[in-house]
């Protein structure tokens, strides 16, 4: 027996008035809800169902849920994280990658910190980013399933770092339903290059974010409404013979720098 739920009753009830407002409004008829019925069933076979209610609706749950928060600011996480992804224990850190991994090499650093400015030791980071074609892992491509996405801590100083390649911007399914639904309302598929970050310590709120690229492609009209301006950042030319040699890398090579402000778990 399933309890009686205020909320549901509240949130759900709302949403179904306002959905009858508008198929009364627009004069929904039965040619169009049978048409949707149909798009309906296809989106849910595949994961174009949850690529629509992700792009459509998580920004606005990620408003509601950490608007004027202090802190460093998060964004949508999107459909395509695996959880489980490999952790990294051998320095220096490199992204899980194919042989001969098409695209430009880019060092990633991070550092994660309290509000207060303390480095966070042994924070845990989820990493995951789209190939140099704009392809995810377990989505795109079937194997391997974990390529370009990673695990690892941050070290005595809060820091890390990480080899892998510059991702591309990509879009969301073009070919299924979706992809018919963004046509028939005019817009395009495009989500600029990024990297997904999940950061977790102990006594922080986890925070689940985006980094873009300063000038890239997409950045301003994000299909996925996603980007914020304190998650753009600049592609360096980095010189640093030492961190190149690591890489076996030349330099310059591109690298991004980034510091992860979490705030206390609430009391
Ligand atoms: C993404 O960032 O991977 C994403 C977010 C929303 C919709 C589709 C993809
Ligand atoms: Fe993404």
Known sequence: ?????????????????????????KKVDYTEYKAFLQWAR?????????????????????LNT??????????????????????LTEKPFVMPMRPN?????MVLN????????????????????????GRYAGFDFAEPRFNLRARLHTNEQ????????????????????????????GSHAWRPAHFHLIVTAEGCQTLTTQLY?????????????????????DVLEDKDEEVASWYGLTVPFRSVNYVFELRPTEA
Request: hydrophobic content about 40%.
């Open 1 to 25: 027996m399933v309890e009686y739920n205020a909320r549901v009753d509240e949130v759900a009830g709302a949403i179904m008035d306002r959905v009858r407002e508008v198929l009364v409004e």
């Open 42 to 62: 296809e989106a849910t076979e595949t994961v174009d169902w949850r690529v629509f209610i992700d792009n459509f609706f998580e920004w606005t749950i990620e």
């Open 66 to 87: 950490y608007k004027n928060v202090d802190g460093s600011e998060g964004t949508v996480e999107g459909p395509y994280f695996i959880p489980d992804a490999s952790l």
């Open 101 to 105: 991994e098409p695209g430009v090499p």
């Open 110 to 133: 991070g550092e994660v910190r309290r509000l207060n400015g303390e480095p966070i030791s042994g924070a845990h980071i989820d990493l995951w980013q789209a190939d140099d074609g």
């Open 158 to 185: 809060g820091r890390f770092q990480v080899r892998t390649i510059q991702p591309a911007p990509y879009q969301i399914p073009t070919s299924g339903p979706v992809g018919r639904f963004l046509e028939m309302i």
């Open 213 to 233: 690229f300063r000038g890239g492609d997409w950045v301003d009209g994000d299909v996925s409404n996603a980007v914020k301006d304190s998650l753009i950042v």
